[in-house]
């Protein structure tokens, strides 16, 4: 494979033809094992985008993918989810194997005339290729991979007028686990939340302590989210989970915090500390303060004294 220009495969025959696997049974739906595919010799970084949905869980990685930003060389089962148009680099390989695990391939051809056509963009972990994949425990693994099974059984020997139906019945089944999966990482893996929080607290510091506020205003999602490293999408879902606040909602609160600090221990007018909080308008920040305290500046600094 050339180690610079990105890989494109447009059909799911394609994929198989490159890995060397036989030809799909069905041309829009496939799940394969990763044992099952000729090895390759990747040196440096190669980049592949799929025009289809993948769902994939890979262990014993004997090179890493970045997922987005974010680099993955374990050695535990990870789900990997990614909609179509999405990139996958694989950094290096070190020694020629390929993982185990299986990948289930859905072009959305497939989804026509079908209720998960316009469902499918719902399930926000498709967008999450830029930052997260998913850890499964073995139960969760053995769970999603007996309907996995049932896939792979139903398009191999039942094609027939029920087939699409009971076929996308367990993919909609599939997702609908996943989607539990993901909630419960969101819960329990509290060490990486207080470590993301404190990034997040410190970001926000160095912002607002800063002259970039001056320059720029408020600090946006987007800023917050190139800064950390993650999508969005997955900062919004995260600050949800944890804190049950949205991302402006922070960047409100941190504002606040910020004001308060500043009529309380300095004798600055409403209008400059408007202008050192990135608002070109005092009538603005008013506005949101009192919004968000009840008491305008003026009245909290009174009520403060």
């Known amino acids: 494979m050339p180690d610079n220009k990105p890989i494109r495969l447009k059909t799911i025959s394609e994929f198989h033809k490159l890995r060397g696997l036989p030809m ?62 999405q990139i996958l680099s694989v950094i290096r390989e070190e020694n020629g194997k390929n993982p185990s695990g299986w990948m289930l391939m859905i072009h959305p051809d497939f989804l026509y005339d079908t209720s998960l056509l316009s469902k499918i963009a719902q399930y926000e972990f498709f967008g999450y290729s830029v930052n997260e994949a998913l850890f499964l425990s073995q139960d969760e693994e053995d769970k999603i991979g007996q309907i996995i099974e049932n896939i792979k059984q139903e398009y191999q020997t039942n094609i027939d007028n029920f087939s699409q139906k009971i076929i996308i019945s367990q993919i909609e089944t599939l997702l609908n686990y996943s989607e539990r999966f993901y909630q419960r990482q969101f819960i329990t893996r509290h060490k990486t939340h207080h470590q993301f929080l404190e990034k997040l607290e410190r970001c926000l510091n160095e912002y607002f302590a800063g002259e970039e506020i001056l320059k720029s205003g408020l600090p946006t999602v987007q800023y917050l989210s190139d800064v950390l490293k993650m999508s969005p999408q997955y900062m919004r879902s995260l600050l949800k989970s944890v804190t049950g606040q949205t ?53 909290f600094r009174k009520s403060f004294n």
């Open 24 to 85: 799909p049974k069905h041309p829009l739906i496939s799940v394969i094992n990763f044992e099952d595919m000729a090895t390759t010799s990747i040196t440096g970084k190669q980049d592949l985008i799929f025009d289809f949905y993948t769902v994939s869980v890979k262990r014993d990685m004997s090179y890493r993918y970045r997922y987005g930003q974010q680099d993955y060389d374990f050695d535990e089962g990870i789900l990997f989810c990614m909609a179509p148009h």
């Open 247 to 299: 991302t402006q909602q922070v960047i409100h609160e941190k504002l606040i915090q910020k004001a308060k600090e500043k009529l309380s221990i300095t004798d600055l007018s409403v209008s400059e500390i408007a202008y050192e909080l990135g608002f070109e308008h005092s009538q603005s920040f008013n506005k949101l303060f009192k919004a968000k305290t009840q008491l305008s500046p003026l009245e």
